[in-house]
């Protein structure tokens, strides 16, 4: 499949993911202005970023079906309505728990529509250079921190975390909606011929028996643990590096320069996947994450920050492309959206305990090192699950005819 309209697709995706990705990771940026503005507790904020990888979690498989069976333009036009309007609610929001529902509950799951339909559309739009295209798409969710946290930093200096928040969701409004109407289901779904789209995932799979498979179970573990070990340091860092003295707006660029980082991990593992099998690059990828995560612990200048965040952000945010190549080389077309929508859903989960995980131990202890020291564990775990994922056998058609 060489459409041209394909790369559209990918362009529309990364800017989905790009404008999606970063309200959602705002939160972090506005964590120390809210907490002094309003006296509500880092953990308790902490909480409403894992209330929304909860929502996140809840809605993934949901939004997935949904996009397989209407396909994937109304699942991304409802999701972005929803999130311009729950970021402005959130940032009226008058009591803790409110904010919690509000951008936990409400931004989560409108986040989610994203993800998975737009990965699995890309998936079908392409036969060759699968990895690069996903990676690509998610390239644009790596740009978040390049474009959505600087700006998010710089809006509340400028005006104060409500009337920051406020903006953004009109500018969640103005980029989503015309990029969702851009968006289009694969040519082989549209034309209902799945089993003759060069579909080498056995086609005859039904979507019951996919979710009980071991294929699904192990990247399900797997995703799970490789977002529980980077989300922590994703959210607390910037938190992190404020309590060791560095300024907010210095601190807010390390997570700049771990988006840039990742940009190009996105891109070098996304090549790397295409030529040397994803299963085998994403296995050294999360070796690598778990190794990375443990060296924030033992930073404390900036200098420091920003050599590990380099190295933190090539790797993880290269990995996560790699779970769409997979799941389509073994899954069939007509189901990406759900199979893709329950490994986000796992993922969703792993990255739920992170920010609450993170405030507790910064609450109790004071320190974050702990929390990298955990987040290690975690990800030699993701790794150690991955490498017994086997691919489906042969369909017994083929070896007939062979």
């Not at 990918?10 to 999606?20: Q, W």
């Not at 907010?248 to 980082?261: K, R, W």
Request: aromatic fraction near 10%; charge should be positive; charged fraction near 10%.
């Amino acid at each position: 499949m060489n459409h041209p309209y394909r790369w559209v697709i990918v362009a529309a995706g990364g800017v989905l993911g790009c404008v999606a990705a970063g309200a959602m990771f705002s939160l972090p940026v506005f964590l120390t202005p809210m907490a002094q503005d309003t006296g509500w507790s880092v953990t308790g904020l902490s909480t409403a970023m894992t209330v929304g990888f909860l929502a996140m979690a809840a809605a993934s498989m949901v939004w997935g079906h949904l996009s397989d069976r209407f396909g994937p333009r109304p699942v991304l036009l409802t999701g972005s309505v929803v999130l311009a309007s729950s970021l402005a609610l959130a940032s009226r929001a008058t009591s803790l728990i409110e904010f919690q529902l509000l951008f936990g509950g409400l931004v989560g799951a409108a986040t989610a529509a994203v993800f998975a339909p737009m990965m699995a559309c890309v998936t079908g739009w392409f036969d060759t250079q699968r990895g690069l295209a996903v990676s690509l798409v998610s390239a644009g969710m790596g740009m978040a921190p390049l474009t959505m946290a600087p700006l998010a930093g710089w809006l509340v200096t400028a005006t104060d975390w409500r009337g920051a928040m406020l903006i953004v969701a009109a500018i969640v409004a103005a980029l989503m909606i015309p990029a969702a109407l851009l968006v289009r289901r694969p040519p082989a779904l549209q034309a209902g011929a799945d089993a003759a789209a060069g579909d080498g995932a056995h086609g005859e799979l039904t979507v019951r028996d996919a979710v009980r498979s071991p294929q699904f179970v192990i990247l399900l573990l797997a995703n799970f643990f490789c977002c529980a070990t980077h989300s922590g340091p994703i959210f607390h860092t910037v938190s992190y590096a404020v309590t060791c003295g560095i300024p907010i707006i210095a601190a807010v660029s390390i997570y700049s320069v771990e988006g840039l980082s990742g940009m190009f991990g996105r891109i070098g593992f996304g090549l790397a996947g295409d030529r040397f099998g994803a299963q085998r690059v994403l296995v050294i990828g999360l070796l690598a994450q778990a190794l990375g995560v443990a060296s924030y612990a033992f930073v404390g200048g900036l200098a420091g920050f920003y050599a590990v965040a380099v190295v933190v952000g090539f790797i993880y945010a290269g990995t996560m492309p790699l779970y769409a190549v997979i799941i389509r080389e073994n899954f069939p077309l007509r189901m990406m959206g759900t199979i893709i929508g329950g490994i986000s859903m796992a993922g969703s989960l792993g990255m739920s305990t992170g920010p609450l995980v993170g405030g507790l131990i910064y609450d109790r202890v004071g320190s974050y090192a702990p929390m990298y020291l955990a987040a290690c564990g975690m990800g030699l775990m993701a790794m150690l699950i991955l490498a017994t994922f086997r691919p489906f056998p042969p369909r017994r058609t083929e070896l007939a005819v062979a």
